[in-house]
């Protein structure tokens, strides 16, 4: 089955069961200056859900191509792709007591019969409910997944304690809270404001590894269980008075079509799957490499071509802002790592051919093949100018001055030189970096430009200041202690980005943090927050809280006079001490009102660095 086999099977068949198929829309999104791309198919058609008419009616399908550039440096695993297209289906004012019944049946229908997914590798979860705002459990799509799973001889059993038991138990439908099955703009149905629409959303997920660890999840996010699709069910709006149901509601269906295709092929590598088998095939002839023995190089490369190709046919050209600094780094990257294959000029035009000539579903970029080459020739080569020089400049460099990571990070920005590199260049010399720790210091301090593609501009890592976002950035203290008081004090903070919906953590490690490593921290940080511990600041000078150990990351970027938060229980215990900026609640015990702090995923995020996902649920 190709790429356009399985756009064409989809929309058929919706088409067959009462759709309307309607136009995409361009992955650089029009009269919204709140992002910079489109980043899923339900983007442009937010007015809709909101109560415009379409006109084109009122259950209607698409295949819509998307970017998503928050975080380009998970591009490199087996399923994280900057651009991919999403299929979806939305009915809008649909009849509350059979729409969730219509829409799962209708897409399963499609996956088994037609595409031959197999039943026993499939996995769906539903949203629990939340008494205490009145939001009953999912129980209409409980129903009709045990009637799916019945109706192919599976008695699809019910997990309601995931992160406790993970797949141990035999579950097949998963059971999560508002933190893993609720949809809003506002995220979780606590920060809804009133008038605001949401609703619970059941997912669907293909077992790559169903012999794997039981005690994974759906929600771990990891290569076992891997999303394909989400039912959201528009069903709530938040009023003075509560939570009350639509009497016409929504759905929201999207799947992500390279993955469903994998999985549909036998494989759980997206890179595997039809959509790459051309590219994939020229990258291997012309590098003289495997893709076996080069996974990550190769995925980073075919990736970053085929979103350039799109940005640039959609008129996204390379700059150093916004959308345009996109297309550079992704460029500037893909560059990079086709060194590491042996390619030492310009290769990226002919790799772009491929995925052109490939492409004939989008007229649009067939149009703009010519721009698209010239465009891509021109950056490329400036670059790989701009890189010979950054290498004549740093061996000059080396051979007076001490190599720091401030100074490794300059080459970067300044001649786009990788830190790879610059290390490569000083093991040559038998030198390594000095103060290595200055490079991620100092791209923290660059970080506005690099992270300007994100669908929201983060500011200090939080999402918003929203009592739930405040209350999860005072546990990423808590977090940080936790972790130094395990693994030692060599942890420092590298990063973090916290929305209402999850933390998200970065800390200097070099090595994987174990499950018994982290049960210890998770124990710790919950112990923080069930002493409610109160928190209260302090300023102290800068120089004089180093000397004394305050913990600290970025000291850099703080004024002379600094503020320390405190985290201390009435008898005295003091369970974190650091350097911030705030906002922060004012004593633990407000976290204990979203549940207890979990780990959801640890994972590395480049070298030396760990990430760390975690909830409080």
Request: include cysteine.
């Amino acid at each position: 089955m190709t790429p356009d086999d399985i756009r064409k099977s989809f929309l058929d068949e919706m088409k067959q069961q009462g759709s309307v198929p309607i136009p995409a829309s361009s992955v650089v999104p029009e009269n919204d200056p709140s992002t910079l791309f489109v980043g899923s198919g339900m983007q442009p058609m937010v007015p809709y859900l909101l109560g415009l008419d379409h006109p084109m009616g009122k259950d209607l399908v698409n295949v819509q191509p998307c970017i998503r550039t928050g975080d380009i440096e998970e591009v490199g695993d087996l399923t994280h792709l900057t651009f991919f297209e999403m299929i979806g289906r939305w009915e809008l004012g649909a009849d509350p007591d059979t729409y969730k019944a219509q829409q799962i049946r209708r897409v399963m229908e499609w996956q088994v019969n037609v595409l031959n997914l197999d039943p026993n590798r499939l996995s769906v979860s539903i949203h629990a409910g939340n008494p205490d705002l009145g939001i009953d459990f999912d129980n209409a799509s409980l129903k009709v997944w045990k009637e799916f799973f019945a109706a192919h001889g599976i008695d699809a059993k019910v997990e309601d304690e995931p992160f406790k038991y993970g797949a141990s138990r035999g579950g097949r439908i998963f059971v999560y809270d508002d933190g893993e099955n609720w949809w809003s703009r506002a995220g979780v149905p606590s920060n809804m404001p009133v008038g605001e629409p949401g609703g619970p959303d059941s997912e669907m997920f293909f077992d790559h590894d169903p012999d794997g660890d039981v005690m994974l999840h759906p929600a771990e996010g990891g290569d076992r269980f891997v999303e394909i699709g989400n039912n959201v069910f528009m069903s709530h709006k938040r009023t003075e008075a509560g939570f009350e149901l639509f009497e016409k509601p929504n759905i929201d269906y999207g799947g992500g079509l390279e993955r469903i295709l994998a999985a549909a092929t036998g494989v759980a590598d997206v890179y595997r799957s039809p959509f790459f088998t051309g590219p994939m095939a020229w990258l291997e002839e012309n590098s003289g490499k495997t893709y076996d023995a080069n996974a990550r190089a190769f995925r980073i490369v075919l990736d970053h071509c085929r979103a350039t190709v799109f940005l640039l046919a959609s008129g996204v050209y390379p700059s150093n802002k916004d959308a345009g600094y996109v297309v550079r780094r992704l460029i500037r990257r893909a560059a990079r790592v086709g060194r590491t294959l042996d390619f030492e000029g310009p290769f990226l035009a002919e790799l772009a051919k491929v995925f052109i000539a490939e492409s004939e579903t989008y007229t649009f970029v067939q149009d703009a093949r010519e721009q698209v080459l010239n465009a891509l020739e021109q950056e490329e080569a400036q670059f790989l100018k701009t890189l010979r020089s950054g290498e004549r400049e740093i061996r000059r460099f080396m051979q007076n001055d001490v190599v720091t990571g401030r100074v490794a990070f300059h080459f970067y920005e300044t001649y786009g030189f990788p830190l790879e590199l610059t290390k490569e260049l000083l093991e040559e010399e038998g030198k390594t970096i000095t103060e290595p720790e200055g490079f991620d210091i100092a791209a923290k301090e660059h970080s506005v430009a690099s992270k300007s593609a994100s669908t929201a501009k983060f500011a200090g890592g939080l999402g918003d200041k929203s009592e739930t976002t405040v209350s999860f950035h005072t546990a990423t203290h808590l977090l940080l202690a936790g972790l130094r008081e395990v693994l030692g004090d060599h942890v420092h903070q590298r990063g973090s980005n916290i929305t209402p919906e999850r933390i998200r953590f970065d800390v200097s490690h070099p090595q994987k943090i174990t499950k018994d490593e982290l049960a210890e921290v998770v124990e710790f940080v919950n112990k923080a927050i069930a002493a409610e511990a109160s928190v209260h600041s302090f300023e102290m000078d800068k120089e004089e809280a180093r000397e004394a150990g305050i913990e600290g990351s970025f000291w850099e970027k703080y004024p002379e006079r600094v503020t320390i938060y405190e985290m201390k229980d009435a008898d005295g215990n003091v369970y974190s001490r650091e350097l911030c900026g705030g906002p922060h609640a004012k004593n633990t015990k407000e976290l204990q009102q979203y549940g207890t702090f979990k780990v959801l995923k640890e994972e590395s995020s480049s070298s030396g660095v760990r990430r760390i996902k975690a909830v409080i649920a």
